[in-house]
Structure formats: structure tokens, C-alpha cells
């Protein structure tokens, strides 16, 4: 069946280092990915989003391409800061209307 | 942005007992609703999809009799844990997909210990 695996933390990196958090799929067909956030004592937020092969997500300064041909989805940031500790979750939808299948999370620390 | 509220954050109950976790979207329609249970260090695990008005699709090795879901409006999906035994300890998620573009929004979760 569909499955995501992302690299396991926990990430710790001192402010503004370069990030990634590694992600890949399985899935059968096309399916969309995500990036969800879960901030310390707070639910889960997208981050970004890719529906399509080449697709380029981007928010708050993070990047993931959707490579069809790797089946990755990296998460990326140039330089991080102290508010970008959290959980990431990388996610996929088989269909645009379907449920969401989870990595196990990456949780990321980031020291002054 | 929109918010999905659950309640309670957190509960502990006996053993035996049944406990109640709300899930309410407070600013849209949400005609899905979707309920997982997160393990520590385990990806988030999908139990149930709800659908407004109808009967709950549960996954498998879910069980729906010791789970109950209801989807009575389109604001409000509520997961009863029946019985309760320790092994249901758990964080519960819930998320809810908006009617207007589809979006999905999760609560915050709701973490129950069961004694």
C-alpha cells in the first residue's frame, strides 16, 4: 500500500544552518504531498504542498519539490531559526479528496 | 486561518469507562471529518473517515463497536472510546476537511490516559 518514510530525528541544528529533512513515497497513480508542522503545544499546520511531478512547494521560507522520478519530497530551508523547532511531517494523498498517510515525523531543534 | 477545536486536550479515566473527544470546526463547513491516533515516535494512524449525516468508514483492524463515531452536523464530529483499557492510551487527532476548497485542518489532539 501508499507509505511515507522520512528520515528519523530528532534534527538539531544551530540558527540560520541549512536544512534538510529527507522524505520519500510510495504510492500507486499521483498522488499529492505535504508538509505539515506541529509547533510545540499547537495541532498540526500545512506548510506546503505539491500536487504534481516537478511541482514546487514554498512557504515561510521552506522548498520541496515533488520528484516523480525519485519519489522524494525533501524539505528544505537555507537558514533556520530558533521558532522553526517543531515536528515536520511529511504526508501524501493518493487523491485530491482522500485522506492523508503520515511519516513518523521529524522533530527539529534549533539552538541560538 | 480556520481552526479545528477538540476537546478535552486531555483526559484520564478508569478503566472501564467510556470517554468522549469533540472535534468542531468554529469557522467552516466541514462535510469530512477524519480521526487518527498518533503512538509516540509512530506516524500519525488514520481510524475512521466520518462523513455529516452518515455512517463512519472505519479502517482496518479498527474497531468500530469499541470506537463510535458520530458526524451529526457539519461543525461537530465526536469519537467515543467505549470501555476504555489502558492500551487505548493514546493522542487522538482529528481533522476536517473544508467544503469550500478542501482543505484540511487539524485540532490541536487530545491525549487520553486510561489507569
Known amino acids: 500500500g501508499d507509505s511515507v518514510t522520512q528520515m528519523e530525528g530528532p534534527v538539531t541544528l544551530s540558527e540560520e544552518a541549512f536544512l534538510t529533512i529527507n522524505c520519500t513515497y510510495t504510492a500507486t497513480g499521483y498522488p499529492s504531498l505535504f508538509w505539515y508542522v506541529q509547533y510545540p503545544g499547537e495541532g498540526l499546520q500545512l506548510l506546503l504542498k505539491a500536487t504534481k511531478a516537478d511541482d514546487k512547494g514554498s512557504n515561510k521560507g521552506f522548498e520541496a519539490t515533488y520528484r516523480k522520478e525519485t519519489t522524494s519530497f525533501h524539505l528544505e530551508k537555507g537558514s533556520v531559526q530558533v521558532s522553526d523547532s517543531a515536528v515536520y511531517f511529511c504526508?501524501?494523498?493518493?487523491?485530491?479528496?482522500?485522506?492523508?498517510?503520515f511519516g513518523k515525523g521529524t522533530k527539529l531543534s534549533v539552538k541560538p | 486561518g480556520a481552526v479545528v477545536s477538540q476537546h478535552p486536550s486531555w483526559v484520564i479515566c478508569k478503566s472501564g469507562t467510556s470517554v468522549k473527544i469533540e472535534c468542531r470546526s468554529l469557522d467552516f463547513q466541514a462535510t469530512t471529518m477524519f480521526w487518527y491516533r498518533q503512538f509516540p515516535k509512530q506516524s500519525l494512524m488514520l481510524m475512521a473517515t466520518s462523513n455529516e449525516g452518515s455512517k463512519a468508514t472505519y479502517e482496518q483492524g479498527v474497531e468500530k463497536d469499541k470506537f463510535l463515531i458520530n458526524h451529526a452536523s457539519l461543525t461537530l464530529s465526536t469519537l467515543t472510546v467505549t470501555s476504555a483499557h489502558p492500551e487505548d492510551s493514546s493522542f487522538y487527532i482529528c481533522?476536517?476537511?473544508?467544503?469550500?476548497?478542501?482543505?484540511?485542518?487539524f485540532g490541536e489532539g487530545s491525549r487520553l490516559t486510561v489507569l
Open positions: 504526508a501524501l494523498s493518493p487523491w485530491s479528496q482522500g485522506n492523508l498517510i
Open positions: 481533522s476536517a476537511r473544508a467544503v469550500v476548497d478542501g482543505e484540511l485542518f
